[in-house]
């Protein structure tokens, strides 16, 4: 398998990874008002989504643990303004100072167990196991125009 290399930093992204994200977006697709879709970039986040409040997650996905903080850094610094940052890991281990920086960056640390949530929501079409999760779920409350006074002509027409 050959790849082509645009810049140093840019990494393919492997084939197990590849695979585990897009059963991830199928799964975020079925749940009421997610968007999912797989970046175009080789290298960052391997999943966005949008959430029916208009949150924008990315995920990145680690196959091998524990997970350090320079792994948890990276996610935060290929974040976009506006994004929030879900850290799944495979082992579930996190070091101490990835589960302190991910506090701090607000950033959700996941394992495989947490994937049942989004399974679960995927299968009922509903989005209180993602809520559960940590995932920001709420649809933003809309209002109805008010309804304009109607016109009468009261003594123009007799029926």
């Known amino acids: ?3 082509l290399r645009l810049a140093n930093f840019m990494t393919p992204t492997p084939a197990p ?3 585990l994200a897009r059963y ?3 799964l975020l697709n079925r749940c009421p008002n997610w968007v999912a879709a797989l970046p175009e970039a080789l290298s960052g986040p391997q999943l966005t989504a949008r959430s029916p409040s208009g949150v924008v997650y990315a995920f990145d996905l ?3 643990g524990p997970v350090g903080e320079a792994e948890v ?3 935060y610094k290929a974040l976009i303004p506006g994004q929030r940052g879900v850290m799944v890991c495979q082992t579930g281990e996190y070091t101490p100072a990835a589960l ?3 506090q701090e960056h607000q950033i959700l640390l996941w394992s495989f167990e947490q994937l049942d949530y989004l399974i679960l929501a995927a299968e009922l079409e509903m989005n209180a196991p993602l809520a559960y999760a940590g995932l920001e779920v709420e649809a933003p409350k809309t209002y109805a125009p008010e ?3 109607s016109i009468t002509a009261s003594g123009v027409f007799r029926v």
Request: a negative charge.
């Open 1 to 3: 398998m050959v790849y």
């Open 100 to 102: 302190e920086r991910a």
């Open 62 to 64: 680690q196959m091998e």
């Open 73 to 75: 850094e990276g996610l």
């Open 147 to 149: 309804a304009e006074p």
């Open 24 to 26: 991830l977006a199928a």
């Open 17 to 19: 990874k590849r695979n």
